[in-house]
């Protein structure tokens, strides 16, 4: 299912998407799912 406002990026080629339109179908690039994108961690403020 995709998510309104998450990232998705295939793991085999770098493609990036934004979903705009969620919905019950799968993202798929290059014959495979593609995973939600994980955020990347704050830099520390110390």
Known sequence: MA???KRY???ECGT???C???G???LNCCDK???LKE???LPSSD
Do not use: F, R, W
């Open 3 to 5: 998510q309104l406002g």
């Open 9 to 11: 990026m295939c793991e």
């Open 16 to 18: 990036e998407v934004l």
């Open 20 to 22: 705009n339109k969620p």
């Open 24 to 26: 019950d179908g799968a």
């Open 33 to 35: 799912e593609m995973p």
């Open 39 to 41: 955020a990347k961690p």
